[in-house]
């Protein structure tokens, strides 16, 4: 294997992006050919190492004024026009329509087309379309990469068997971290403010928490989705006075120093796919609680009592509770943060390399 490509909609910053700017960087600092094929240019996108070749295979300006199956004709058309002109020795799908649209367009090619599952399959991968291309499409997959065993179980026997399971890169800032030389009394969370991460939850569980350490604060960085949840939580605020004690704080580029001090990371999402967020808070050392949300993200990286907390999705009193032990048993919540730390050596970017390359050089010799 020389050539990888990689498809996906954009490299706008969000998880699956970044996993694959992470990867196609370290496969073309290895010597290997890379490709980045996009259907658009984002606003915000992740870096691309200069040897890598950003191929543009999303709509013209003429095919806006087509129909939606138009659209997804041309759309299809483009990328395997891409194909069979690169002759990549695998492409590599990303994310939902990404994955279904170079199964299409590599059928007849001769390329292996490998693709990713990104977040929970159920409520994306079982409405009425999925049913009828997912028996049609995913039969033809060189391979498909999974995050958790959850996502795994979901789908037929075949694609199970012909599966692996690996686990997100971390950022070497987070990965290489020091360990945080003393606590503020704090509670914090990071990622974006959008609806599935249920930070109206969290606040409401912070509350019950300031009622016993009034010296405490909730610090929500991330950027606003706007998708009307920053609203939602201004209002929340707003209605419980708890403008000194609840901070919505943003973006930062530099969470690795902004998150490192904190008593505790709160992680309260209904679902996830597998959350970066929480793997770099383990791998600063925090002591965590997180929801044990769908399609068990969560429940990959933490074993319960050992190096976090797990919770019930949607349980303001346990999530309530479990911020109160961290705050309450420090000894106990450093041992945790301190076992946490441990993410590292299974999710560091070598690790993590490995496990993409070697899966990916056998599923080219299909």
């Known amino acids: 294997m020389h050539k990888i490509a990689f498809h996906l909609n954009s490299m706008e910053q969000g998880g699956a992006e970044r996993v694959v700017s992470n990867l196609a960087n370290r496969f073309a600092r290895e010597g290997y050919e890379v490709l980045v094929a996009t259907e658009w240019y984002g606003k915000r996108e992740f870096a691309l190492d200069p040897r890598i070749r950003r191929v543009h295979v999303g709509l013209t300006e003429r095919d806006e004024k087509r129909s939606r199956v138009g659209k997804i004709l041309c759309r299809t058309a483009y990328l395997r026009r891409f194909i069979k002109k690169e002759r990549p020795d695998v492409l590599v799908a990303f994310t939902h329509t990404p994955n279904y649209r170079a199964l299409m ?20 991968y079982d409405r009425r379309a999925d049913k009828l291309q997912i028996p049609l499409l995913f039969p033809r997959a060189a391979g498909c990469v999974f995050q958790t065993e959850g996502a795994k179980a979901f789908f037929a026997p075949y694609l199970q068997e012909n599966s692996r399971i690996i686990l997100n890169p971390l950022h070497p800032k987070y990965a290489d971290a020091p360990a945080a030389p003393e606590r503020k009394k704090e509670v914090v969370q990071s990622g974006r403010i959008v609806d599935f991460k249920n930070q109206p939850m969290l606040i409401r569980a912070f509350l019950k928490v300031h009622q016993k350490h009034p010296e405490y604060v909730l610090k929500l960085y991330g950027p606003d989705s706007g998708d009307g949840t920053w ?18 704080m943003g973006g930062s580029d530099a969470l690795e120093k902004e998150l490192a001090c904190a008593s505790v990371y709160a992680f309260s999402s209904d679902w996830e796919g597998l959350p970066n967020a929480l793997m770099e808070a383990m791998a600063l050392g925090l002591p965590v609680v997180s929801t044990d949300c769908p399609c068990g993200g969560p429940r990959t990286l933490i074993t319960d009592g050992e190096d976090g907390l ?9 999530m309530a509770a479990g911020i109160n032990r961290l705050i309450e ?11 946490a730390r441990k993410i590292r050596e299974r999710a560091n970017e070598d690790a993590v390399f490995l496990q993409w390359r070697e899966y990916l050089e056998e599923c080219s010799r299909k």
Do not use: W, Y
Not at 310 to 318: R, S, T
Not at 330 to 338: H, I, M, N, P, S
């Open 105 to 124: 367009a590599g059928i007849g090619t001769g390329v292996p087309v490998v693709i990713s599952v990104r977040t929970d399959p159920t409520g994306h």
């Open 329 to 339: 048993d420090r000894a106990f919540a450093e041992r945790l943060g301190q076992r």
């Open 231 to 248: 609203q939602i939580l201004e209002s929340l605020i707003a209605e419980n006075h708890a403008e000194d004690c609840v901070k919505l």
């Open 310 to 318: 797990l919770v019930p999705i949607m349980d303001e009193e346990a």
